[in-house]
């Protein structure tokens, strides 16, 4: 019996591409606890829904989450500390969101990352608008995941250069990073928002490497039962992961962090003000 011949295509790995396997070692380093949450946000995707029937802008939800991790980090800004060698940390006082955002990149969709700066400072809608604002802008050529890096050409260089000098340079970038972990955080922000379940239609959660003392990996929506008021209703129920540096945050400070974070978004904190066009001021919500 003849062989029947494969067919296939052999393309060029975008430039942007190039070394991101490399480049995932300086981030996979953490001593990460995780705590895999159902969270209901039917009120949020109401809202969504009631508000580009109203007015024709399809809002991000993945920028209410970011308005929501900013006013709960913005509480407690111990969990997004970072060691500066082995006796000290450092506590950041304003929250920069890490946010892969997917755009078109040489004929292929790829995630470019950028950085919500003083996101604990601003309403849903102005991160939201911001957001829409930078997929509108062009990708500019050899854009990647190296993009917030500085010099990020000579970083992409060395990323995709041959076995062992990735590894070499992981190695120094990890070393640069706790003698001074601001150069991180202006590269990488102070915490991260990465939504790889975001594109399918079901639930579950996932895991991502992160580099980061704070995480959120958004997973999938599904429509599940849930009691609410001693009566059973069917609920959009959201897979969340957040993961956590062990090294630097303890189990009991981040189990009021998720508590605190999960009552943000299941009470639709600033959807009110988000309602009426008014930005919501960095205050105790109650």
């Not at 292929?108 to 950085?115: F, L």
């Not at 929506?221 to 129920?237: L, W």
Request: glycine share 10%; hydrophobic share 40%.
């Amino acid at each position: 019996m003849p062989k029947i011949p494969l067919v296939y295509r052999v393309v060029e790995l975008p430039p942007g591409r190039r070394g991101t396997h490399n480049s995932l070692d300086v981030y996979w380093s953490s001593h990460n606890i995780y705590g895999l949450l159902d969270v209901d946000v039917t009120n949020v995707r109401r809202f969504i829904d009631e508000h580009e029937a109203r007015t024709g802008e399809a809002l991000s939800f993945t920028g209410y989450l970011a308005f929501c991790l900013g006013r709960a980090v913005d509480e407690d800004k111990s969990v997004q500390a970072y060691p500066k060698g082995r006796k000290r940390l450092v506590i950041f006082d304003d929250v920069d969101i890490f946010l892969p955002v997917e755009r078109e990149l040489g004929g292929t969709r790829a995630a470019i990352p950028y950085i919500l700066r003083r996101a604990n400072h601003k309403s849903y809608l102005e991160i939201h608008r911001e957001i829409r604002a930078f997929q509108a802008q062009p990708v500019p050529p050899g854009t990647g995941i190296f993009a917030n890096v500085p010099h990020h050409a000579a970083f992409q260089f060395m990323m995709s250069a041959p076995w062992p000098l990735p590894r070499l340079f992981v190695r120094l970038i990890r070393a640069v990073s706790r003698r001074d972990p601001a150069r991180s955080v202006w590269a990488g922000g102070t915490v991260v928002i990465t939504a790889p379940g975001m594109a399918g239609r079901r639930g579950g959660w996932g895991l991502a490497p992160s580099g980061r003392s704070l995480a959120l990996i958004v997973g999938g929506i599904a429509r599940k039962p849930a009691v609410i008021e001693e009566r059973v209703e069917p609920r959009d129920i959201l897979d969340l992961t957040v993961a956590f540096d062990h090294d630097v945050v303890d189990g009991a400070p981040a189990a009021r962090f998720v508590k605190r974070l999960v009552e943000l978004i299941e009470n639709g904190y600033g959807l009110e003000e988000a309602r009426k066009g008014v930005p919501t001021q960095a205050t105790d919500p109650g």
